[in-house]
């Protein structure tokens, strides 16, 4: 194939920022938009509400302090009142704010203190501060929440933000950010967030999260990233092939929890028990050879964010582009950690981050990288994070240690996507299955809507004949903390009564059993709109490529295309069919294809596939 010039490059690269917009739109439509039933036509009618996120990235920003969604409930009094008027009267009205700007951030919220909704400096004196901070504090604590002190502006004291800049005269007024984070009630309660962790081999991944969860460091030869390691051939090797899962947690007032010896790893039950908000992270594999792990471990985990690693010294090399691509493919926020910075001249680094930044800003990826270099730039990014366009770079070493408490404040303040929604019917999807001694059979795996109780009667599938089976739910476990119920958003595993291993599969769905209501309906073809990434000379009636949509990887035989031939670039409507068996699938949702240099990346826009009714009239005739 004739090699691309670069201003055809561009305009596919561009189309891929575009087209990953586009797809985000129509998946959210249908996973996270409420009470649309696809079978009913009446959903157009009745427009589900719009998800937080996918609102418009630059109102995001202007919105972060002008809190435009309080509208008619927001108290009248102007908030300095609340923080300086007399107690008794204001502290009531302080509590119901805190409460609902915490309901409202899914758990968290972080409140600039200093200033007035519509961003006017509050021209609070060091004395209204000290009023002001410890009446907040109270009013959280009131509503079962807690305060951590981000970074204050003319306060002194610890917090005090060191990137003046050019201030100005009258920039004297007091301030400061505040994370208030919900205490919560029970293990089950904590606010979780899903991180894949992705980059070259060699990168740093498994070391860094060593680093972050046992808190000790790195001797540059794999000290931090030994029990990360799930199979033998792992530890031998020092290379990830599998997916490795950590967890971080952080309390209520914003504290890591972790063990008081550092270098000892908390059982992930500890870290439950004690966390308000915990970070799960997938550590992927870098090498090549596992690339089809680290694509499943991508789509299946429904990640909040991508964090990847970039080593100082190669820069984004090998597989590492791939892994930037699939995480804007699918519209997933990214973050980049340089690390080994201790052991990289500065003229290498300075090419790293030249390169680092060009590819971000390509229309490709169309990002807009963000170096962290102080506190308070962490702060704001984070709060940023609702937006996939920001990319934060963090500097960092895991042998020296330089640059990681940034890491840490970052994750801490990282905002939970709040696009799940516990209202809606109960649907889990299947990563994982195991069958665990005097247990039976579990599914692991993540709830995509609704509310799942211990005791509920699920159907489980589509078997290798596209049916259902029945089952209950025998008990629930969080991050292997027994629960009694879970709900959208979180990733749990489900004992089920009377099931076998082998009756369970990655990419099946549970979801209620509803008396005299026919079972999900599942489905062998589909047609989907197609953005051909790459080599497109493959994709033709009758070839075959391995096909994911969330946790399913089945190979696809292509059996129609609405042209008799494809560039790179093109968006085609494909038919496919499912090599194996019919699969739960529903219109919106995101499919990747690749198969050898072969790449795709769409959107199913129909189920089921009538030849009667052909996507490409010439195609008809042939046949
Ligand atoms: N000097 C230095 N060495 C580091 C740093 N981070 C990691 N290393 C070393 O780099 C090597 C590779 O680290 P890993 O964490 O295994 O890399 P990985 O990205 O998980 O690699 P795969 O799992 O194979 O994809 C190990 O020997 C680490 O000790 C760092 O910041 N500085
Ligand atoms: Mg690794």
């Keep these: 194939?004739?090699?691309?010039?670069?201003?055809?490059?561009?305009?596919?690269?561009?189309?891929?920022?575009?087209?990953?917009?586009?797809?985000?739109?129509?998946?959210?439509?249908?996973?996270?938009?409420?009470?649309?039933?696809?079978?009913?036509?009446?959903?157009?009618?009745?427009?589900?509400?719009?998800?937080?996120?996918?609102?418009?990235?630059?109102?995001?920003?202007?919105?972060?302090?002008?809190?435009?969604?309080?509208?008619?409930?927001?108290?009248?009094?102007?908030?300095?009142?609340?923080?300086?008027?007399?107690?008794?009267?204001?502290?009531?009205?302080?509590?119901?704010?805190?409460?609902?700007?915490?309901e409202e951030g899914n758990g968290e919220t972080v409140f600039h203190l200093g200033f007035e909704n519509n961003v006017d400096s509050m021209g609070l004196t060091i004395d209204d501060w000290n009023i002001a901070y410890p009446r907040l504090e109270r009013a959280a604590k009131?509503?079962?929440?807690?305060?951590?002190?981000?970074?204050?502006?003319?306060?002194?004291?610890?917090?005090?933000?060191?990137?003046?800049g050019a201030k100005s005269e009258k920039d004297k007024d007091c301030s400061g950010k505040i994370l208030i984070r919900k205490i919560p009630a029970t293990a089950d309660e904590n606010i979780e967030t899903?991180?894949?962790?992705?980059?070259?081999?060699d990168a740093g991944k498994s070391s860094m999260l060593g680093v972050l969860v046992k808190g000790d460091l790195d001797d540059g030869r794999g000290s931090a990233r030994v029990n990360l390691f799930r199979h033998k051939h792992e530890i031998e090797s020092g290379r990830t092939s599998s997916v490795g899962m950590e967890i971080l947690g952080f309390d209520a007032t914003g504290e890591i929890v972790a063990s008081d010896t550092p270098g000892r790893k908390l059982s992930w039950e500890d870290v439950g028990k004690r966390?308000?908000?915990?970070?799960?992270?997938?550590?992927?594999?870098?090498?090549?050879?596992?690339?089809?792990?680290?694509?499943?471990?991508?789509?299946?985990?429904?990640?909040?964010?991508?964090?990847?690693?970039?080593a100082a010294n190669n820069g984004l090399i090998g597989m590492s582009k791939e892994h930037l691509g699939i995480a804007v493919a699918l519209n997933v926020p990214v973050i980049v950690v340089i690390t080994?910075?201790?052991?990289?001249?500065?003229?290498?680094?300075?090419?790293?981050?030249?390169?680092?930044?060009?590819?971000?800003?390509?229309?490709?990826?169309?990002?807009?990288?963000?170096?962290?270099?102080?506190?308070?730039?962490?702060?704001?990014?984070?709060t940023q994070m609702v937006s996939p366009r920001i990319c934060p770079i963090f500097q960092?070493?895991?042998?020296t240690g330089e640059g990681l408490s940034l890491v840490r404040t970052f994750l801490n303040v990282l905002p939970p996507h709040g696009y799940y929604n516990a209202d809606a019917p109960f649907e889990f999807t299947v990563n994982d299955t195991f069958s665990v001694p005097f247990v039976g059979t579990v599914v692991a795996g993540i709830i995509q809507s609704g509310v799942i109780h211990a005791g509920d009667q699920v159907l489980v599938g589509p078997d290798s004949i596209g049916q259902f089976a029945t089952t209950t739910v025998r008990s629930i476990e969080r991050k292997r903390i027994p629960v009694h119920a879970a709900?959208?958003?979180?990733?749990?595993?489900?004992?089920?009564?009377?099931?076998?291993?082998?009756?369970?599969?990655?990419?099946?769905?549970?979801?209620?059993?509803?008396?005299?209501?026919?079972?999900?309906?599942?489905?062998?073809?589909?047609?989907?709109?197609?953005?051909?990434?790459?080599?497109?000379?493959?994709?033709?009636?009758?070839?075959?490529?391995?096909?994911?949509?969330?946790?399913?990887?089945?190979?696809?035989?292509?059996?129609?295309?609405d042209r008799p031939f494809i560039r790179t670039g093109d968006k085609a409507r494909v038919a496919f069919r499912f090599v194996q068996r019919p699969e739960f699938v529903r219109a919106g949702e995101r499919i990747l294809i690749r198969e050898g240099r072969t790449k795709g990346l769409g959107i199913i826009k129909e189920v089921g596939y009538n030849p009667q009714d052909p996507i490409w009239e010439a195609q008809a005739e042939e046949g």
């Design 340 to 382: 080994k910075i201790d052991i990289c001249p500065p003229q290498i680094l300075q090419e790293t981050l030249s390169q680092l930044t060009k590819i971000l800003k390509s229309p490709g990826a169309r990002k807009i990288p963000v170096f962290i270099k102080d506190h308070e730039e962490c702060v704001n990014t984070a």
């Design 194 to 201: 899903r991180i894949v962790v992705v980059g070259n081999v």
């Design 1 to 102: 194939m004739a090699k691309q010039l670069p201003h055809e490059k561009r305009k596919t690269e561009a189309v891929l920022s575009d087209f990953a917009d586009y797809a985000a739109k129509q998946e959210r439509g249908i996973r996270y938009g409420a009470t649309v039933s696809l079978s009913e036509s009446t959903a157009a009618a009745t427009p589900a509400p719009a998800p937080a996120s996918a609102a418009h990235d630059e109102l995001d920003d202007l919105a972060e302090w002008a809190d435009f969604n309080d509208g008619e409930t927001a108290p009248k009094m102007p908030l300095k009142d609340m923080f300086l008027g007399p107690e008794d009267a204001s502290l009531p009205l302080l509590e119901r704010f805190v409460r609902r700007r915490v």
């Design 396 to 399: 960092v070493s895991n042998v």
């Design 275 to 310: 966390s308000a908000k915990v970070i799960s992270f997938s550590d992927l594999a870098g090498h090549e050879r596992y690339l089809r792990t680290t694509v499943f471990g991508m789509l299946s985990g429904s990640p909040d964010y991508c964090l990847l690693m970039v």
């Design 487 to 561: 709900s959208a958003g979180q990733s749990a595993s489900f004992a089920l009564k009377k099931m076998r291993r082998k009756d369970v599969r990655k990419g099946m769905v549970v979801m209620p059993k509803i008396e005299g209501q026919p079972p999900p309906k599942v489905y062998r073809e589909f047609v989907a709109e197609v953005l051909v990434l790459s080599h497109a000379t493959t994709i033709k009636t009758k070839y075959q490529a391995m096909l994911h949509v969330g946790s399913i990887s089945q190979t696809c035989s292509i059996i129609a295309v």
């Design 142 to 164: 009131n509503v079962d929440a807690a305060c951590r002190l981000l970074y204050t502006r003319n306060v002194g004291g610890p917090e005090e933000a060191t990137s003046g």
